[in-house]
């Protein structure tokens, strides 16, 4: 089966860095998504790797690994609005989406 | 800024009852999916929709469930016979070219309740 696991929580201090790791396992693979999402809200779209590196946009910057089936979201200055879940998510076939367990950020004053 | 909207934001119903929940996508956007949200749970994938016609769905959406897009700009997630383990928050999401790379936007959800 395809899974993507994601530890279920992380706990930081405001103005830290913190890192949400993914694994995944899927039948093909065409990139990793990172969807953040803040209680009652809907997912929204942080960042896309479709090949391995470091891709950066602001205090947020998310790393794939293929080889690994590994990546990971990085955040950076952590402010108390960045409080909320994070999925990664894959493309599985052509129109099909698979998201991550999520894992809850708590970020602390 | 372009967004998808969602209609209605909450709705209770009986067991057994049908339901409609409406999106209207981005305008220009040709890709059209649904997705639910257990309380507390991830995202599940439930249906993409292009070209008027279904593109891909998940074992969660058998029979009970259809989608259709009645006009230019709506898109309807139909529940047949609901059950007390569809209570969830839907969301429906749009992207232009569907391609591994382009964004999905969601919209708000509506949060269902079965009763």
């Known amino acids: 089966g395809q899974s993507l696991e994601q530890p279920s929580e992380v706990t930081a201090v405001e103005g830290a860095i913190v890192q949400i790791n993914c694994t995944y396992q899927t039948s093909g693979f065409y990139g990793l998504s990172w969807y953040q999402q803040h209680d009652g809200g809907a997912p929204t779209f942080l960042s896309y790797n479709g090949l391995d590196g470091l891709e950066e946009t602001g205090r947020f910057s998310s790393f794939l690994s293929r080889s690994d089936s590994y990546g990971y979201l990085l955040l950076q200055e952590l402010q108390m609005k960045d409080s909320a879940s994070y999925f990664c998510a894959v493309p599985s076939g052509t129109y099909k989406y698979i998201f991550g367990t999520g894992t809850r950020l708590k970020v602390l004053a | 800024e372009p967004e998808v909207t969602q209609t209605p934001s909450h709705q209770v119903t009986q067991m057994g009852q049908e339901v409609i929940l409406r999106c209207v996508p981005i305008?220009?956007?040709?890709?059209f999916y649904w997705y639910r949200q257990i309380l507390g749970q991830k995202v599940e994938f439930l249906v993409s929709?292009?070209?008027?016609?279904?593109?891909?769905k998940s074992e969660i959406f058998d029979d009970q469930f259809s989608v259709e897009r009645p006009d230019g700009s709506n898109f309807t997630l139909k529940i047949r016979s609901t059950k007390l383990e569809d209570s969830a928050m839907y969301f429906c999401a749009s992207s232009y070219s569907g391609g591994s790379t382009d964004t999905q936007y969601f919209g708000p959800g509506t949060r269902l309740t079965v009763l």
């Open positions: 929709f292009y070209n008027n016609e279904i593109s891909e």
């Open positions: 305008s220009n956007h040709l890709y």
